[in-house]
């Protein structure tokens, strides 16, 4: 790891390395930022005063200007790939202490105008991104198997057409919100067991779940009536976040036939809020495991479909807990479907992808019972209950008060290119609480 | 009728009594303006010029200004009833000869400046606000039942929840488009019937659908935890469009299961450009038809639910044909569910509804065989093709080149406030034209 000129404590989730983005609001306004340790810099001001700097590593510094400027990355995002690889060469090179620019090193007064301390009371981390439409696909085979199986029996687990293509549904953008908003335990209509016929009844859910997901945040736009192909997936691809995709399943029961989840899934979806970048993702590059049967030639590039090996955990804190209880360990690797594919087959039929469209994994559940991302798979259904431990008791749902913590690993030796997001749910019939860990 | 000081021709539909808001763009610029006759009325303009008759009517003019001067309409949305009850009013008496404001009838210079002629060929209607997310019910039981029949036999044709909530699901925002917008025939999966298992394979839809729809445009803006309640409701309401929500049949039959239909309706959802207000349509309100059984207590105002009285048809011009076809003709009154019950039931869980979301009504079928609204139930999965007299031929579904012209109709003997939508089908593999109907 290159050492930076900025403080970065030991463990840190942001090395230099990482260099996710972000948008924080300063007394009202708000700014695109970089993360670096627990400061973050300042790209409009950035692009300000070093002007000649984008200019020579290839990003014009007008449209670094427009980009920056902007109180969401959304435009950051629409300027594609070459000018978010030549930030990130311009960041790295003015934040290493090797780097071979020496604007900021050798200047403290412009580093501290440009490099600013996020513990600071008047800052506070915001949305991303305005997120035009958030779709969810339902990519993990062992996820939709568990799910099947449970719903439908063995035989009849996977649904014909799910290895065909990447299923998915429309999901809700108004309610997707940054980890640190406080979120309703929902009212909703729902069927005690084995009411026939089925007479519902409203009141809040009682059977609150997590989903573990990894959201992708859309690149460069398309348009109406032009499809993204395989090979041009990954241009329109900007970085990832970590996504909870709350759900309340005795809601979801009773109202999925015959149009897919709705008010279920609607009262609230959590993201992180700093976006990890393609670019820092590519030393975790690996190949996906092989289709069978092969996709359709429109969903197949031909070379080796390629993924992530990142490490995704979820772990509870009970309220009388005093350390969180790990309750699932995952890999991002485990998705049969790739980000890549997912994009291609949502927009085969023209439909316009926008820059800051949310489009996430789906419960990223692998093969061992350990890595099942949702409570409904790790207490089965409330036949398992999850021990925490101690007098923190079982849980078949989430209680009131529970912590909800997931993290997202690059490469746990180092811990380096983390990002955990803590979730907490609170007060019965009130609230659930959703915290980012900053530190 | 109230005469007007604008020249409107016989049986325009666009009368005094209309007056829907939408966007023009100017030589690259949006502008509010609100419809009358063949022209608009710059809105921003008017606040400008006429502050004071503005605030005399209880809106203050900073905040008209600011709404008005946008380039979307979702700020006056946002604004709430009573500034658009009395910006109709401001407008009605300002244009009507009789009005009680004479500041255009007595100042031709000003009237030209504020009223423009929509046939200028620098003028193009567009989108009349920003979808942050539209949403699509299945609210007419005629039309659920029919596909249920279809799908899965009479007895068990109705789901169980669907008299109990109203079903619905998140479509897709950034393919919503307004009249006169080229749309590409979608490609996408499909299995050709009786291939047992089942292999998709992929290319252009065979079975193109209209859906005609009524879609509701949100007015206020509600927050995130906070669910609007029945009594509520309309105060969240701006106005409505006509909306044919474009299905590939196909696509859709092979992707639904279990999350719903996704790319088999992204590819573009087409809505006329003009916003008739709900106080427009005041004078059609009649009683909706009881409910049984009756909803819970959160979807049921306790006092009598109501609808409008409102015909709706569509045509269909076979590129060979002269004159349209009239394929279907209904009624908005049909439906089981009402808007103000949609948002109520979208929003308990504490889901956020925001200015300028679409919440569309599902295929608005009546109960009679002429008022089904869509191709798949008039031509009942295509066992009953559509006659379309002479060497017009037969339809199943939707051909390339065929016109399909949608219109709402609100008093048939004056032709008043109706909105007419004309939309074009084209070359093989290529597009389905979409085009609006100005005159
Ligand atoms: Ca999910
Ligand atoms: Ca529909
Ligand atoms: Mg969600
Ligand atoms: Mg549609
Ligand atoms: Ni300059």
């Given at each position: 790891?290159?050492?930076?000129?900025?403080?970065i404590r030991e463990g840190s989730d942001f090395p230099?390395?990482n260099?996710p983005?972000g948008?924080?609001?300063?007394?009202?306004?708000?700014?695109?930022?970089?993360r670096?340790g627990d400061?973050?810099?300042?790209?409009?001001?950035?692009?300000?005063?070093?002007?000649?700097?984008?200019?020579?590593?290839?990003?014009?510094?007008?449209?670094?200007?427009?980009?920056?400027?902007?109180?969401?990355?959304?435009?950051?995002?629409?300027?594609?790939?070459?000018?978010?690889?030549?930030?990130?060469?311009?960041?790295?090179?003015?934040?290493?202490?090797?780097?071979?620019?020496?604007?900021?090193?050798?200047?403290?007064?412009?580093?501290?105008?440009?490099?600013?301390?996020l513990d600071?009371?008047?800052?506070?981390v915001?949305?991303?991104?305005?997120?035009?439409?958030?779709?969810?696909?339902?990519?993990?085979?062992?996820?939709?198997?568990?799910?099947?199986?449970?719903?439908?029996?063995?035989?009849?687990?996977?649904?014909?057409?799910?290895?065909?293509?990447?299923?998915?549904?429309?999901?809700?953008?108004?309610?997707?919100?940054p980890s640190g908003?406080?979120?309703?335990?929902?009212?909703?209509?729902?069927?005690?067991?084995?009411?026939?016929?089925?007479?519902?009844?409203?009141?809040?859910?009682?059977?609150?779940?997590f989903?573990l997901e990894v959201?992708?945040?859309?690149?460069?736009?398309?348009?109406?009536?032009?499809?993204?192909?395989?090979?041009?997936?990954?241009?329109?691809?900007?970085?990832i976040v970590l996504m909870n995709?709350?759900?309340?399943?005795?809601?979801?029961?009773?109202?999925?036939?015959?149009?897919?989840?709705?008010?279920?899934?609607?009262?609230?979806?959590t993201i992180s809020p700093w976006v990890m970048?393609?670019?820092a993702?590519?030393?975790?590059?690996?190949?996906?495991?092989?289709?069978?049967?092969?996709?359709?030639?429109?969903?197949?590039?031909?070379?080796?479909?390629?993924?992530?090996?990142v490490t995704l955990d979820v772990s509870i804190r009970?309220?009388?807990?005093?350390s969180p209880v790990r309750v699932c360990r995952t890999?991002y690797?485990?998705?049969?479907?790739?980000?890549?594919?997912?994009?291609?087959?949502?927009?085969?039929?023209?439909?316009?992808?926008?820059?800051?469209?949310?489009?996430?994994?789906?419960?990223?559940?692998?093969?061992?019972?350990?890595?099942?991302?949702?409570?409904?798979?790790?207490?089965?259904?409330?036949?398992?209950?999850?021990?925490?431990?101690?007098?923190?008791?079982?849980?078949?749902?989430?209680?009131?008060?529970?912590e909800t913590r997931a993290c997202i690993f690059c490469d746990e030796?180092v811990g380096r290119e983390a990002i955990r997001a803590l979730l907490r749910?609170?007060?019965?019939?009130?609230?659930?609480m959703v915290l980012i860990e900053l530190a």
């Amino acid at each position: 790891m290159r050492r930076s000129i900025v403080d970065i404590r030991e463990g840190s989730d942001f090395p230099l390395e990482n260099l996710p983005y972000g948008v924080v609001s300063e007394g009202g306004s708000r700014h695109v930022v970089a993360r670096i340790g627990d400061y973050f810099v300042k790209m409009g001001v950035l692009v300000e005063r070093l002007p000649e700097v984008f200019d020579s590593y290839g990003f014009d510094h007008v449209d670094a200007g427009n980009v920056f400027s902007a109180d969401s990355l959304n435009r950051f995002m629409d300027a594609g790939v070459e000018p978010r690889k030549a930030t990130r060469r311009i960041l790295t090179e003015l934040l290493a202490e090797d780097g071979e620019l020496n604007q900021l090193r050798n200047n403290p007064e412009l580093k501290d105008e440009v490099v600013k301390p996020l513990d600071d009371p008047s800052i506070s981390v915001q949305m991303p991104a305005v997120i035009g439409d958030y779709t969810d696909f339902y990519a993990s085979k062992y996820h939709a198997e568990n799910v099947g199986i449970m719903m439908r029996g063995k035989d009849n687990a996977l649904m014909p057409n799910w290895k065909h293509l990447p299923v998915g549904y429309h999901g809700r953008s108004s309610s997707v919100v940054p980890s640190g908003t406080a979120v309703h335990r929902p009212n909703g209509q729902s069927v005690p067991a084995n009411v026939d016929p089925p007479v519902p009844s409203f009141g809040p859910c009682q059977m609150l779940d997590f989903e573990l997901e990894v959201a992708c945040f859309v690149g460069k736009s398309s348009h109406l009536g032009n499809p993204i192909t395989i090979e041009n997936a990954d241009k329109h691809i900007f970085g990832i976040v970590l996504m909870n995709d709350w759900s309340a399943r005795d809601i979801q029961k009773w109202e999925y036939v015959p149009l897919g989840p709705f008010t279920a899934k609607n009262f609230a979806t959590t993201i992180s809020p700093w976006v990890m970048t393609w670019e820092a993702l590519e030393p975790f590059r690996v190949p996906a495991e092989v289709q069978d049967p092969k996709p359709l030639p429109y969903l197949d590039g031909g070379s080796v479909r390629k993924t992530f090996d990142v490490t995704l955990d979820v772990s509870i804190r009970a309220p009388c807990g005093e350390s969180p209880v790990r309750v699932c360990r995952t890999n991002y690797k485990h998705l049969y479907w790739t980000v890549e594919q997912m994009i291609t087959h949502h927009s085969v039929t023209g439909c316009p992808m926008r820059a800051g469209d949310l489009i996430a994994s789906g419960t990223v559940s692998g093969p061992e019972p350990e890595s099942f991302a949702s409570m409904l798979e790790l207490a089965w259904k409330g036949t398992k209950p999850i021990q925490l431990g101690g007098e923190n008791g079982e849980r078949k749902f989430l209680h009131d008060l529970d912590e909800t913590r997931a993290c997202i690993f690059c490469d746990e030796n180092v811990g380096r290119e983390a990002i955990r997001a803590l979730l907490r749910t609170c007060e019965p019939d009130s609230c659930v609480m959703v915290l980012i860990e900053l530190a």
